[in-house]
């Protein structure tokens, strides 16, 4: 069982920048594919972006050229770093993993809230 904690998650006005952490409980890191859910009130959960062990990226067509996934496997974390916020961003983010080389997940943390709001 792989425990997710993330953090960095706050209130930022539109326009700003946050960069989300999530620190993983497994000495195995490496080989785990990551990523980001979020959802929205009042709508389905979505995959923002994710990143397996070997460096390959995947986003969602709303964040590109604003997000950016990345992972440190010395610190068992991995980032999502996001610059020119949007309201309609405003959601819980959650971090996921599975140890295979797809996109779907089998491990989820408890979520961080992001809040874009003037």
């Known amino acids: 069982q792989v425990q997710l904690v993330e953090s960095g998650g706050g209130l930022v006005q539109p326009g700003g920048s946050l960069r989300l952490s999530c620190a993983a409980s497994?000495?195995?890191?490496?080989?785990?594919?990551m990523g980001w859910y979020r959802q929205a009130p009042g709508k389905q959960r979505e995959l923002v972006a994710a990143?397996?062990?070997?460096?390959?990226?995947t986003y969602k067509e709303f964040v590109k050229g604003r997000f950016t996934i990345s992972r440190d496997n010395a610190k068992n974390t991995v980032y999502l770093q996001m610059v020119s916020l949007k309201p309609e961003d405003t959601a819980v983010y959650y971090c996921?993993?599975?140890?295979?080389?797809?996109?779907?997940?089998?491990?989820w943390g408890q979520g961080t809230q992001v809040t874009v709001s003037s």
């Open positions: 497994t000495s195995s890191f490496s080989f785990y594919t």
């Open positions: 990143i397996m062990s070997g460096g390959t990226t």
């Open positions: 996921v993993a599975n140890r295979r080389r797809d996109w779907q997940f089998d491990y």
